[in-house]
C-alpha cells in the first residue's frame, strides 16, 4: 500500500481495507454511516462491506448524476443522518464518484456545525482529483459547484479494484483529469499519455499516483485556491459552462467529456494569449481527439455559454479570469479572456 501524507489528512492506495479499519478504531465513533448512489450500492457496496465485515453501516442511498447535486438532495442525506440517529461523534463514509464525495463531504461538514468523514472514491475521476484537496459543494440553479465550502476528510481511500467496476466511458471521464495534471505541471507524464493507445485499467493504475502527485504539491501550496491552485481549473472555464448546458437537452456529457472540449478550446486562447506553441497545440487536439473524438456543438448555445462563465468563480469583478497553458507542462492564472477570444474558441474547436 502507498501513503501520500498531505498537511491535515492522509491518502492510502491499494490495499486500504486494514487502515479504515485503524481509523474506525481510533475515532471511536459512536455511528457508521455510509452514502452510495445506486450504482455503488449494485457494484462497489457488497466489496466495502465484505472487507469490513465486523462494523456495522447505515446506508444512506441517493440518485445517480450531477443534476442530483443540489440542496434539496442534501435535504435527503441529512434526513438520513438524523433518522439513524447520527451525532456529531458519528462519521460519514462517502462511498462514490464526485458527485457523492462533494455532496456527502458537503453534508457531514455542515451537519450539527461538522461531522468527520472520510472519502472511499470508486470511479477514475474521484480518484486523481475530487476527493482529495478539501471541496465541497453543490451545484446552484445552472452552476457547478456554487455553494460549498473547503473542508478536509479525515481520510482517503483509494482502492484499485474498483476501477474494474467502471465502464469504458467512466474510465476514458477520469483520464480527462489525469490528462490536466500532466498539462500543467508535468511533462513526462504527458509523454507517456502520448504513446498510450486505448485508455484501460492496467495502462491507468500506474498513473494515478502520479497524478495525486501532482494535485498534492499545488493544493499544499495553496489550499484556498487564492494563486497557483486555480491552475488545477484548466479547462474548466469552458468545460463546466458545456457540462452545465448539456444537462438542459436531456443528453448530458459527463465530466471529463466536457473538459476534454474545455482543454481543447482553452489551448486555442492559450496559444493567442500565453503563447502555446502550435506544434505543442497540434499534439494537445491530436491527443484529445484520440480519445475523446469531437463532440457536435451546435447543440450549444454561445450565449448561454457566455453567460455560465459571468459566474466562473475565478471571475473578479466582470473580468473573465482563464487558467491557461503557456507549454506542456507549464501553467498560468488569472489571464483575462475576452469573449470574442472564446468564441473563437469554441469555432475553432468546431471546424476540428
Known amino acids: 500500500m502507498e501513503v501520500i501524507s498531505l498537511a491535515n489528512y492522509s491518502i492510502y492506495i491499494g490495499e486500504v481495507w486494514p487502515s479504515i479499519k485503524q481509523l474506525i478504531k481510533q475515532g471511536k465513533y459512536s455511528s457508521l454511516l455510509c452514502l452510495v448512489d445506486e450504482n455503488t450500492r449494485r457494484e462497489c457496496l457488497p466489496i466495502f462491506q465484505d472487507a469490513l465485515k465486523d462494523y456495522n453501516f447505515n446506508i444512506i442511498e441517493i440518485k445517480s448524476g450531477e443534476e442530483q447535486k443540489h440542496v434539496d438532495t442534501c435535504k435527503s442525506i441529512w434526513s438520513g443522518m438524523k433518522d439513524y440517529g447520527a451525532d456529531r461523534q458519528s462519521l460519514v463514509i462517502n462511498l462514490g464518484g464526485g458527485v457523492v464525495g462533494d455532496m456527502g463531504g458537503f453534508c457531514a461538514a455542515t451537519y450539527m456545525r461538522g461531522i468527520d468523514f472520510i472519502h472511499v472514491p470508486t470511479t477514475l475521476l474521484s480518484q486523481v482529483d475530487s476527493s482529495i484537496g478539501g471541496k465541497l459543494g453543490i451545484d446552484f440553479e445552472a452552476y457547478k459547484n456554487f455553494v460549498g465550502l473547503f473542508k478536509d476528510p479525515k ?60 494535485k498534492k504539491q499545488i493544493v499544499e501550496k495553496d489550499p484556498f485556491e487564492t494563486g497557483l491552485r486555480k491552475i488545477l481549473n484548466f479547462g474548466h472555464s469552458i468545460g ?98 475576452n469573449a470574442s477570444l472564446i468564441k473563437d474558441s469554441l469555432h475553432s474547436y468546431s471546424n476540428l
Open 155 to 214: 481520510a482517503v481511500f483509494i482502492h484499485n479494484g474498483f476501477l474494474n467496476t467502471l465502464s469504458e466511458r467512466e474510465l476514458r471521464s477520469g483520464f480527462a483529469e489525469i490528462m490536466k495534471h500532466a498539462l500543467i505541471a508535468d511533462p513526462e507524464l504527458w509523454r507517456i499519455i502520448s504513446k498510450i493507445d486505448k485508455i484501460e485499467v492496467d495502462k491507468v493504475d500506474p498513473l494515478i499516483i502520479r497524478a495525486l502527485m501532482i
Open 240 to 337: 463546466h459552462a458545456i457540462e452545465s448546458n448539456s444537462m438542459k437537452d436531456g443528453d448530458r456529457l459527463l465530466h471529463g467529456e466536457s473538459i476534454a472540449i474545455g482543454m481543447v478550446c482553452e489551448s486555442f486562447i492559450s496559444k493567442e494569449l500565453v503563447k502555446l506553441s502550435e506544434p505543442e497545440l497540434n499534439k494537445i487536439i491530436d491527443r484529445f481527439t484520440h480519445f475523446f473524438g469531437k463532440v457536435d456543438l451546435s447543440r450549444f448555445n454561445t450565449e448561454a455559454i457566455l453567460d455560465y462563465l459571468k459566474f466562473d468563480k475565478k471571475n473578479v469583478g466582470n473580468t473573465l479570469n482563464f487558467s491557461l497553458i503557456k507549454s506542456i507542462g507549464s501553467a498560468s492564472y488569472n489571464e483575462y479572456v
